[in-house]
């Protein structure tokens, strides 16, 4: 069932509006993760995780496509784009526009608790049609490839920020085989996603940890060299950098951004050097419950993500769950996706898309 909500803007200058929930039902428990792009019409689309096999991580889900023909404002009814062709599901979408003019879709097929790895297909018709899937990571394992994650550099190359879990045991059908302490590396391709090579460094977390260093994610600086993040247990997303556009990456470190174990999102402001994050902000500058994923706030960063002074809240209901944001530009505004549960429905259950204009953000 879809669920549209639609608030008074703050001013004609400012808005930042919920357009849509997508809420929990029977048939489909569970509405998560996804990723945006626009399409040459002017359409914008969105892939998400729409699972009909329980909530779980391992549940059984497909991809799901809703779009918008007026900037986000309002959405269509789900359609399923690809259906389940897994052992367990196909979840975690980035969607990309290409140099080349093709569109980019990377997706997680997870077989089991040994074997979860990311895909990608093409597409030259506009999403009408998918290409053959072809895998970014050809080494068997348990790879996690977060939503809205995969970049495409100034100089056309592609990054793709990985956690690879080990196993601790041979046992495909046990929660017990996977070992949730992760460790970072990050694929590259010079062809557009024919083939990918890894990086020549990947990192552990220097001290100890029951997460490790989980679902990254890379954003290119005004400057060239790229920015990466990992969430942790410590209260802290860590970061990394790399000077020769993700082949060797310094030591991960705790960067400023104080949070639970749970996924940041960061993108460059259009036609600006400045960082947009997207986190649970429990730095204390706003009431925050411990090791919840509440609230959510917008933070701007005007050195590359050393610090992030400016913040503002985007929702401070402390009894929500707000995780696995998906970020996309478009017009004045930008357009937020992510989970916004709660303990009545579940915490990764609703999917929220919010429209914010770029005036609303806290730069001032």
């Given at each position: 069932m879809l669920s549209l909500v639609a608030t008074a803007p703050l001013s004609r200058a400012e808005e930042n509006t919920v357009v849509l929930n997508i809420e929990p039902t029977k048939e489909h428990p569970r509405n998560s993760e996804g990723s945006f792009v626009r399409l040459k019409s002017g359409r914008i689309l969105f892939y998400y995780s729409q699972f009909y096999g329980g909530a779980e991580d391992g549940s059984a889900a497909?991809?799901?496509?809703?779009?918008?023909?007026?900037?986000?404002?309002?959405?269509?009814?789900?359609?399923?784009v690809l259906e389940n062709t897994a052992g367990n599901n196909v979840m975690s979408v980035t969607l990309l526009r290409l140099a080349s003019g093709r569109l980019a879709f990377f997706y997680i097929l997870k077989n089991s608790w040994l074997d979860a790895r990311p895909?990608?297909?093409?597409?030259?018709?506009?999403?009408?049609?998918?290409?053959?899937?072809?895998?970014?990571?050809?080494?068997?394992?348990?790879f996690v490839l977060n939503n809205d994650r995969v970049v495409q550099l100034s100089s056309g190359r592609l990054v793709a920020p990985v956690a690879f879990h080990r196993s601790r045991l041979d046992d495909p059908h046990s929660a017990k085989s996977f070992d949730g302490r992760a460790i970072d590396l990050w694929y590259y391709s010079d062809d557009e996603g024919q083939t990918w090579q890894q990086s020549w460094s990947w990192w552990g977390i220097p001290v100890n940890s029951n997460s490790g260093l989980q679902e990254p994610g890379v954003v290119e600086l005004a400057d060239g060299?790229?920015?990466?993040?990992?969430?942790?247990?410590?209260?802290?997303?860590y970061g990394f950098s790399s000077a020769?556009?993700?082949?060797?990456?310094?030591?991960?470190?705790?960067?400023?951004?104080k949070s639970p174990t749970s996924p940041a999102s960061i993108k460059r402001l259009p036609d600006s050097s400045n960082l947009l994050?997207?986190?649970?902000?429990?730095?204390?500058?706003?009431?925050?419950?411990p090791k919840r994923r509440a609230p959510l706030v917008a933070a701007i960063s005007t050195d590359n993500g050393l610090t992030w002074p400016k913040a503002k809240l985007i929702e401070e209901d402390l009894n929500g769950w707000y995780c696995y944001t998906a970020m996309y530009f478009v017009d004045d505004a930008v357009l937020l996706a992510y989970c916004a549960g709660d303990d009545k429905v579940g915490g990764l259950n609703?999917?929220?898309?919010?429209?914010?204009?770029?005036?609303?953000?806290?730069?001032?």
């Open positions: 497909r991809i799901a496509a809703i779009h918008s023909d007026d900037s986000g404002r309002t959405w269509s009814a789900p359609e399923v895909y990608v297909r093409f597409s030259t018709d506009e999403a009408a049609t998918w290409s053959e899937p072809k895998l970014v990571v050809a080494a068997p394992g348990y060299q790229l920015f990466s993040w990992a969430r942790t247990d410590q209260g802290v997303q020769d556009h993700g082949k060797d990456w310094t030591a991960p470190a705790p960067t400023e951004l994050a997207i986190y649970n902000d429990h730095s204390g500058r706003f009431p925050f419950p609703r999917l929220r898309i919010r429209r914010i204009t770029l005036d609303w953000l806290p730069t001032k």
